[in-house]
């Protein structure tokens, strides 16, 4: 044998003795060693993998030792003969497979699962700009605290406590952790048996309504909302009401007067982002106590208002409990760890308990005890707090560049946080175009048909997100995206040559703009003012309380009017023709197309007819 059995890698993270185990194992169950194959000699095997014959000899007793090899006296090893006949019933499957596919004909399969839901593709990670929400580049994962967690339950003494038949008890450590050190946060405040661990924020919304939603009853539900819960809530039987949404959140009135279960996400809700203030909070609350319905709240992103102060988790201000609380350990952990909780009262999680164990019963141990410990250390804790920074890092870029690029084209859902953006674009932009050209310059974005029920009132709406998408491709991500919808949109657009107004000259430019004040909303629906002074200097405030502010300059060159803020835009010098129409002023690039318009009032109004 002169070529070698397989190749190593020198970046694995396997140990070189790790790797060489695991090439032979594959070669064995593969049957590219078939049962009776001699192996190489200890030294030949090294010379061909180049490296040391004592790793060699240690990953060849390993295997040794399981059973994969065995030695034979003055010969060498040989792979150890474990065949056996065919696969059970692998003849009768090959040969009948068609005939049984007959008996299938006619049955009817409930449809469970799937739904008309946007797919991510698994190649997601190779676009260069993946604005989606919900998935996570890898290089925010905390691997060495995690693993630092993972040893400590490792230990001995913590192995004996998970690996051993527990029931269908949680791990009291994660239990503790959650009671003493997450829910606090939140302002929730609760015994050990009102929490319940759950795989997956998913699994707490399935078991709330498995328990409480029923035949004869009413569940409503935001409209945008969550697909999976709609789905849920359809296999139970329950009648669905579907609640809309304003920029405050679910709207409450008297169409819930008559339901007797609801499902809402007030912190960033789902889709939209839009966060429920505490006086609406407490409106819901008065209403489900006037007319008896319980309250699910699904409170999965809780850890990202960049704007304000987060608000008490609806749990926390219900003084009858009729508050169901759902959450997750932190969303970039959870995919790969699928830990979630639900706090309730004690017979409701009691109950929710044994229905958990009728589907997969507790979620692993193991990764109880490990998470127990990563929150312990502290490592939660910072990890929160960095990832905090990130996504408040990228969702201001976002927003900023929304802001630069779109201001004439989109508003967004108002927000103060969230790591997506709920988009409204042009009436007559068809978005389903838009998503497949934009995939084709590596750019995905997420159409949200699937958040509403019917169908039809989103065509020209999509979302925008920033947990995949590193801080500095979002600009230029942006950008390219705004290219392609005004390209999409320019058979409907303003251009300076169809224009209505008047066409500013130089003179009328100096004029006019010295000393007027500018109104306008930001792409995000803030009010914002924008000061000329007479000496070029240009004041801008945006906000409600006037807490975005920024300073620039403006001049004449030409017959355009430049403009320059010191943070704004980039810091980016822009020259635009200017046109004003009545008590609006309009801007063009140099290539006439549209920029964005406001209504400005001038000092010195004069005689443009």
């Known amino acids: 044998m002169t070529e070698p059995l397989f190749y190593l890698d020198s970046d694995s993270d396997l140990s070189l003795q790790q790797q060489i185990r695991q090439k032979l194992v594959s070669s064995i169950s593969t049957g590219v060693l078939p049962p009776g194959a001699k192996l190489p000699s200890s030294r030949k095997l090294a010379e061909q993998l180049g490296v040391a014959r004592n790793t060699v000899v240690a990953a060849l007793q390993q295997l040794s030792d399981e059973g994969f ?172 009401r579907y609640q809309p949404i304003d920029h405050q959140g679910l709207v409450v009135d008297e169409r819930l007067n008559k339901i007797d279960l609801l499902y809402c996400s007030p912190s960033h809700q789902i889709p939209t982002s839009v966060t429920m203030p505490v006086s609406r909070r407490k409106e819901l609350l008065e209403k489900a106590e006037q007319h008896d319905f319980i309250i699910i709240e699904d409170d999965i992103d809780c850890e990202s208002n960049f704007l304000e102060s987060p608000h008490p988790a609806l749990y926390s201000m219900d003084e009858q409990q009729r508050v169901i609380y759902l959450s997750c350990l932190s969303q970039v952990l959870t995919p790969g760890l699928r830990l979630g909780f639900l706090v309730a009262p004690a017979e409701i999680v009691k109950a929710a308990r044994r229905l958990r164990r009728s589907m997969v019963n507790h979620p692993p141990r193991n990764n109880q005890r490990a998470m127990a410990y990563f929150i312990s250390l502290g490592h939660y804790d910072a990890y929160s707090r960095q990832i905090h920074a990130i996504f408040k890092e990228r969702w201001n870029a976002l927003r900023d560049a929304l802001n630069h690029y779109l201001h004439d084209a989109i508003v967004t859902a108002p927000s103060h946080g969230g790591t997506s953006y709920w988009i409204e674009g042009p009436e007559h932009l068809n978005i389903n175009t838009l998503v497949g050209e934009a995939s084709k310059r590596g750019i995905l974005i997420e159409p949200v ?84 002074h007479a000496d070029g200097l240009m004041i801008g405030r945006a906000g409600f309380a006037n807490e975005d502010c920024d300073q620039g300059r403006w001049w004449i060159e030409g017959d355009f009017w430049h403009r320059q803020w010191q943070q704004w835009a980039y810091g980016e010098a822009l020259a635009l023709r200017t046109v004003i129409d009545g008590e ?26």
């Open 69 to 240: 090899l065995v030695s034979k006296q003055r010969s060498g090893l040989y792979v150890c003969d474990h065949r056996q006949a065919k696969p059970i019933g692998a003849d009768y499957v090959a040969t009948n497979r068609s005939k049984l596919r007959k008996h299938w004909k006619g049955k009817q399969i409930t449809n469970l699962g799937g739904g008309d839901y946007f797919r991510i593709p698994p190649d997601w990670h190779q676009h260069p700009y993946p604005f989606l929400d919900g998935v996570f580049d890898n290089t925010l994962f905390p691997v060495n605290e995690w693993r630092e967690a993972n040893k400590q339950a490792l230990a001995v003494r913590d192995v004996i406590e998970w690996s051993g038949y527990n029931g269908d008890a949680d791990d009291p450590l994660l239990v503790e952790e959650i009671r003493t050190k997450i829910l606090p946060k939140r302002g929730v405040i609760a015994s050990a048996d009102e929490i319940l661990i759950t795989i997956g924020i998913e699994q707490g919304q399935n078991i709330c309504c498995q328990l409480l939603a029923k035949q004869q009853q009413t569940v409503a539900i935001e409209e945008p909302g969550n697909p999976f819960m709609r789905q849920i809530i359809q296999q139970t039987g329950a009648g669905i």
């Open 449 to 532: 048909d699937h958040y509403f029920a019917s169908k039809g009132p989103a065509k020209n709406c999509f979302r925008l997100g920033v947990s995949s998408i590193p801080v500095d491709k979002i600009r230029s991500g942006i950008e390219a995206l705004s290219g392609l919808i005004k390209s999409l949109s320019d058979a409907n657009t303003e251009t300076l040559q169809t224009t209505t107004g008047h066409i500013l000259s130089a003179d009328e430019l100096q004029q006019t703009l010295s000393g007027a004040v500018i109104f306008l909303n930001t792409v995000y629906n803030d009010p914002c003012t924008i000061e000329l």
């Open 584 to 609: 609006q002023i309009k801007w063009f690039r140099l290539d006439g197309k549209f920029v964005d318009s406001a209504i400005i009032k001038v000092k010195k109004p004069m005689n443009l007819d």
